[in-house]
């Protein structure tokens, strides 16, 4: 079975940074490719990052590109997401979530984390 | 980026009843449309993959249909633990893949 367990939220200011992880086990972790969706309160789902199995590619919104940096370790099982320059408007739950592929035509997602808050506030 | 206008947002039905949510995508998806069950408090659950395809260990009264930038989601016989969030997302053109706006399902 599936199981994913994101850690590191909390409360930061405004420009501080925080790093989210998200332990895999269940499955062969190097053999997915891994995502990170927000989830703003009361507000829908929004795609934050994703990254191949491999770690060679990695994809981000524009709404956090050049302050988030996805990576993953597939030694330790671990998936990671840096977050820095935070602003209140990434305020959210942050889900991790696994793809049923490797690389190519990533975008289902069939494990969900339970999810990490962060709240980004002076 | 391609665009996911899902309606209804919000839906109050009876239990028994047959329920139909629609997602429309702003340019042809080629069937990489998925839809998502989220309960309050609770991370997003896959349902249907490739628009059509039942993921293992669903009911099978929630099914999906459509095509190129129509698609919709149905429940055959609603049942009081469907009450959920629904949503679609599309992934045919990454990045990114987005999703719809949610439709929040009651019962009546």
């Known amino acids: 079975e599936v199981l994913l367990v994101e850690s590191g939220g909390g409360l930061v200011q405004p420009g501080g940074s925080l790093r989210l992880s998200c332990a895999a086990s269940g499955f062969i972790f190097s053999s997915y490719g891994m995502t990170w969706v927000r989830q703003a309160p009361g507000k829908g789902l929004e795609w934050v990052s994703s990254i191949s199995g491999s770690g060679g590619s990695t994809y981000y919104a524009d709404s956090v590109k050049g302050r988030f940096s996805m990576s993953r370790d597939n030694a330790k099982n671990t998936l990671y997401l840096q977050m820095n320059s935070l602003r209140a408007e990434d305020t959210a739950v942050y889900f991790c979530a696994k793809d049923i592929r490797w690389e190519l035509r990533m975008g289902v997602f069939d494990g969900w984390g339970q999810g990490t808050l962060v709240t980004v506030s002076s | 980026d391609i665009q996911m206008t899902q309606s209804p947002s919000s839906l109050s039905a009876s239990v028994g009843d047959r329920v139909t949510i629609t997602c429309q995508a702003s340019?042809?998806?080629?069937?990489?449309l998925n839809w998502y069950q989220q309960k309050p408090g609770k991370a997003p659950k896959l349902l249907i993959y490739?628009?059509?395809n039942l993921e293992t260990g669903v009911p099978s009264r929630f099914s999906g249909s459509g095509s190129g930038t129509e698609y919709t989601f149905t429940i055959s016989s609603l049942q009081p633990e469907d009450v959920a969030t629904y949503y679609c997302q599309q992934y045919d053109k990454l990045p990114p893949p987005t999703f719809g706006g949610g439709t929040k399902l009651e019962i009546k």
């Open positions: 490739d628009a059509s």
């Open positions: 340019q042809d998806i080629s069937n990489y």
